[in-house]
């Protein structure tokens, strides 16, 4: 018999972790159904865009090159005679018809059903040049689904795996397994394998549901929208990598200061507000640039903001890279501070321990 | 050889173990006595190395205890921990391999053990699922896998049924025989009798007593002495320094002032007739404990 090297401990504990959690029924199911969310937001994505969603114009041939530049937002249907155009209009065939005569300068009519197009006319009064940057930029709608999509995936899998790893610190310690484990090995090996185990499976689901959005939008032929996303969703998964890292050790941390699973939102309920600020504030704030530049930094919104920004193309090429040395700086920071709450926690059973006591030497 | 020496440990202002030392010896099971709250965890915890001691020595074959030395200590927690949701094999295994055996060696180990223990049925189900003895079983099969040097068991009798105390006494036994030092705290006080080689007794976080078994037993006996005869020992009642405890027919127990009335009283009873039996009567480990612990 050996004694056992640190990272065989970690090792062992890392694949207990991971294998008794793939073992789950509701582990199981659950990413499944998330898998399969994804699935289906990224495949109605490809239908919505597939789908025809320009707007139905009537023209007559002498009207036809006024919207011949907006091809791409305006559908045009050639009519034989503004009567025709008219019935179109009446009967919902087409939202608007464009028809030769009317006041200078513009020489047409605009016919309506019952009310001013504004779309239709704000679109008529685009010069061209215009139409070229408003292409260049990224869709305020699109800027939002990119936001929502960082902030909802960061969101639920770190409050899923940041709590599985509160909740299973805190079973150790209640069942007294603990005792047992850290009789045949170190604390610090045991809290970096469940870390670590932890770790895995987060980026695990975030690297399938990552490949489930490329696989997808490539097979829906929404490739433009991968080339702009390529970039920020591989610096997502990095910077999730060790966001996670930092929030996984002190969700741990907190499941070690309680006794009992029905006590453990006493502590990592401050976590969880930390979680989910960046979701919120980065879906609020995704069109203030300053909000967005200070949440890039900030390590534990920087996994979300950071790669909103890239998408966006607000960030420098350095940007990045500085946060993410910020982040690992703090990833590191919060495993001395954890590891040591760990420490003096783990064996202590019955009520809370204070958070003072747990950082004591 | 383990042995404690001055260990003392406060929680704030109140002293749980106040000068603790007692040796368990290799090759015997040392039987580790006391009322509820009188220190035996907390020092099981501080062997371990689970909770750290104010002052105070632990060595080990007359080396300070280092962390790799407890790597080879078993140990059986007073609230029982097992993954409730893993399988019992799997458990054991992986406990076995922490404490750094290949999976194949841990495999054929807790198979083995949990064999010899009665589980080899419940292999595959999961921990909670079986009844309390069994989890218990299995608990034991967790302290014992990596065979271990030193065994710290608190409280492994409790909550087993009559065989399953034999099964278990038994298992402990064998470690014993092959060397290892096994230290077990109960409150079953005939089981500690029936079991073990040496005693430890505390009391208020304090030793009380320490030794062999049976020395204890003689050094608290007190000349008390069953005599079995042929013909009627009614005589007793009238032999100077003799105390009767109890009479009836040819059957007496006595206590003797001195160890001469104790050989007056035997020629007295081989002269009056057939003697089967004159036997000192040692105090019951029961009656030590109350004795000692006042």
């Given at each position: 018999?050996?004694?056992?090297?640190?990272?065989?401990?970690?090792?062992?504990?890392?694949?207990?972790?991971?294998?008794?959690?793939?073992?789950?029924?509701?582990?199981?199911?659950?990413?499944?159904?998330?898998?399969?969310?994804?699935?289906?937001?990224?495949?109605?994505?490809?239908?919505?865009?597939?789908?025809?969603?320009?707007?139905?114009?009537?023209?007559?041939?002498?009207?036809?090159?006024?919207?011949?530049?907006?091809?791409?937002?305006?559908?045009?249907?050639?009519?034989?005679?503004?009567?025709?155009?008219?019935?179109?209009?009446?009967?919902?065939?087409?939202?608007?018809?464009?028809?030769?005569?009317?006041?200078?300068?513009?020489?047409?009519?605009?016919?309506?059903?019952?009310?001013?197009?504004?779309?239709?006319?704000?679109?008529?009064?685009?010069?061209?040049?215009?139409?070229?940057?408003?292409?260049?930029?990224?869709?305020?709608?699109?800027?939002?689904?990119?936001?929502?999509?960082?902030?909802?995936?960061?969101?639920?899998?770190a409050l899923t795996f940041g709590t599985t790893i509160a909740s299973s610190v805190v079973e150790e310690k209640q069942?007294?397994?603990?005792?047992?484990?850290?009789?045949?090995?170190?604390?610090?090996?045991?809290?970096?394998?469940?870390?670590?185990?932890?770790?895995?499976?987060?980026?695990?689901?975030?690297?399938?549901?990552?490949?489930?959005?490329?696989?997808?939008?490539?097979?829906?032929?929404?490739?433009?929208?991968?080339?702009?996303?390529?970039?920020?969703?591989?610096?997502?998964?990095?910077?999730?990598?060790?966001?996670?890292?930092?929030?996984?050790?002190?969700?741990?941390?907190?499941?070690?200061?309680?006794?009992?699973?029905?006590?453990?939102?006493?502590?990592?309920?401050?976590?969880?507000?930390?979680?989910?600020?960046?979701?919120?504030?980065?879906?609020?704030?995704?069109?203030?640039?300053?909000?967005?530049?200070?949440?890039s930094y900030v390590p534990f919104s920087a996994p979300v903001g950071m790669p909103v920004r890239i998408f966006v193309?607000?960030?420098?090429?350095?940007?990045?890279?500085?946060?993410?040395?910020?982040?690992?700086?703090?990833?590191?920071?919060?495993?001395?501070?954890?590891?040591?709450?760990?420490?003096?926690?783990?064996?202590?059973?019955?009520?809370?321990?204070?958070?003072?006591?747990?950082?004591?030497? | 050889?383990?042995?404690?020496?001055?260990?003392?440990?406060?929680?704030?202002?109140?002293?749980?173990?106040?000068?603790?030392?007692?040796?368990?010896?290799?090759?015997?099971?040392?039987?580790?006595?006391?009322?509820?709250?009188?220190?035996?965890?907390?020092?099981?915890?501080?062997?371990?190395?689970?909770?750290?001691?104010?002052?105070?020595?632990v060595t080990l074959d007359g080396a300070p205890l280092t962390d790799g030395d407890r790597r080879n200590f078993g140990?059986?927690?007073?609230?029982?921990?097992?993954?409730?949701?893993?399988?019992?094999?799997?458990?054991?295994?992986?406990?076995?391999?922490?404490?750094?055996?290949?999976?194949?060696?841990?495999?054929?180990?807790?198979?083995?053990?949990?064999?010899?223990?009665?589980?080899?049925?419940?292999?595959?189900?999961?921990?909670?699922?079986?009844?309390?003895?069994?989890?218990?079983?299995?608990?034991?099969?967790?302290?014992?896998?990596?065979?271990?040097?030193?065994?710290?068991?608190?409280?492994?009798?409790?909550?087993?049924?009559?065989?399953?105390?034999?099964?278990?006494?038994?298992?402990?036994?064998?470690?014993?025989?092959?060397?290892?030092?096994?230290?077990?705290?109960?409150?079953?006080?005939?089981?500690?009798?029936?079991?073990?080689?040496?005693?430890?007794?505390?009391?208020?976080?304090?030793?009380?007593?320490?030794?062999?078994?049976?020395?204890?037993?003689?050094?608290?006996?007190?000349?008390?002495?069953?005599?079995?005869?042929?013909?009627?020992?009614?005589?007793?009642?009238?032999?100077?320094?003799?105390?009767?405890?109890?009479?009836?027919?040819?059957?007496?127990?006595?206590?003797?002032?001195?160890?001469?009335?104790?050989?007056?009283?035997?020629?007295?009873?081989?002269?009056?007739?057939?003697?089967?039996?004159?036997?000192?009567?040692?105090?019951?480990?029961?009656?030590?404990?109350?004795?000692?612990?006042?």
């Amino acid at each position: 018999m050996n004694t056992r090297s640190f990272t065989q401990s970690v090792w062992l504990v890392t694949e207990r972790e991971v294998g008794s959690k793939l073992r789950s029924k509701a582990f199981l199911i659950s990413t499944g159904l998330l898998f399969a969310l994804a699935l289906i937001g990224v495949i109605w994505g490809g239908v919505a865009a597939d789908s025809d969603s320009r707007t139905p114009v009537a023209v007559r041939p002498g009207t036809a090159a006024v919207v011949a530049q907006l091809d791409d937002v305006i559908e045009t249907t050639e009519v034989a005679s503004v009567a025709e155009a008219r019935d179109l209009v009446s009967s919902g065939d087409v939202d608007a018809a464009l028809v030769p005569g009317g006041a200078e300068p513009f020489g047409y009519t605009l016919i309506a059903e019952d009310s001013v197009p504004t779309t239709l006319l704000a679109m008529l009064s685009v010069s061209p040049e215009v139409e070229l940057l408003t292409t260049d930029a990224v869709d305020e709608q699109l800027r939002y689904f990119v936001a929502l999509f960082f902030g909802l995936v960061f969101f639920v899998a770190a409050l899923t795996f940041g709590t599985t790893i509160a909740s299973s610190v805190v079973e150790e310690k209640q069942t007294r397994v603990v005792e047992l484990l850290i009789s045949a090995i170190s604390t610090r090996a045991l809290l970096a394998g469940k870390v670590l185990g932890n770790t895995i499976l987060a980026m695990g689901q975030i690297l399938g549901l990552s490949a489930i959005a490329v696989i997808g939008l490539a097979v829906t032929d929404q490739g433009e929208l991968l080339d702009g996303i390529g970039a920020p969703l591989a610096w997502f998964a990095v910077f999730f990598l060790f966001g996670f890292i930092l929030l996984a050790a002190l969700y741990a941390a907190a499941g070690a200061m309680v006794s009992r699973q029905e006590d453990i939102g006493a502590t990592t309920t401050p976590l969880t507000l930390l979680v989910m600020a960046p979701y919120f504030l980065v879906i609020f704030f995704n069109d203030n640039p300053v909000v967005m530049a200070v949440l890039s930094y900030v390590p534990f919104s920087a996994p979300v903001g950071m790669p909103v920004r890239i998408f966006v193309d607000e960030a420098q090429w350095w940007e990045p890279l500085l946060s993410l040395v910020i982040l690992l700086a703090t990833c590191v920071a919060a495993i001395v501070v954890s590891a040591k709450i760990y420490q003096n926690s783990i064996l202590r059973m019955g009520a809370r321990v204070k958070l003072a006591d747990a950082l004591r030497t | 050889m383990l042995q404690l020496t001055g260990v003392t440990k406060s929680y704030g202002e109140h002293r749980v173990l106040d000068d603790v030392a007692f040796t368990i010896d290799d090759g015997r099971l040392t039987g580790f006595v006391g009322g509820n709250g009188a220190g035996k965890t907390t020092t099981m915890r501080i062997m371990l190395g689970v909770l750290s001691r104010d002052s105070g020595e632990v060595t080990l074959d007359g080396a300070p205890l280092t962390d790799g030395d407890r790597r080879n200590f078993g140990y059986m927690p007073e609230e029982r921990g097992l993954y409730p949701k893993m399988k019992v094999l799997e458990q054991i295994v992986y406990l076995a391999r922490l404490h750094g055996f290949s999976r194949a060696d841990a495999t054929t180990r807790a198979t083995a053990l949990l064999e010899e223990l009665g589980l080899g049925e419940r292999l595959r189900d999961s921990v909670e699922t079986l009844s309390l003895g069994n989890q218990q079983r299995a608990q034991i099969a967790a302290a014992l896998v990596h065979d271990p040097k030193v065994l710290i068991l608190d409280e492994p009798f409790s909550g087993l049924d009559p065989l399953a105390v034999d099964v278990v006494a038994g298992v402990l036994q064998t470690r014993a025989a092959r060397g290892a030092a096994v230290l077990f705290s109960s409150h079953q006080l005939d089981v500690v009798e029936r079991l073990c080689d040496d005693l430890v007794i505390i009391a208020g976080g304090t030793i009380r007593a320490a030794g062999t078994r049976d020395g204890l037993r003689a050094g608290f006996s007190s000349r008390r002495l069953e005599l079995v005869l042929g013909g009627d020992a009614g005589w007793l009642r009238t032999e100077p320094g003799v105390d009767v405890v109890e009479l009836d027919g040819g059957y007496a127990i006595f206590d003797a002032d001195s160890d001469e009335t104790v050989q007056r009283v035997l020629r007295r009873a081989m002269e009056s007739g057939d003697v089967a039996s004159f036997a000192p009567r040692h105090p019951s480990l029961a009656q030590i404990f109350k004795e000692v612990i006042q």
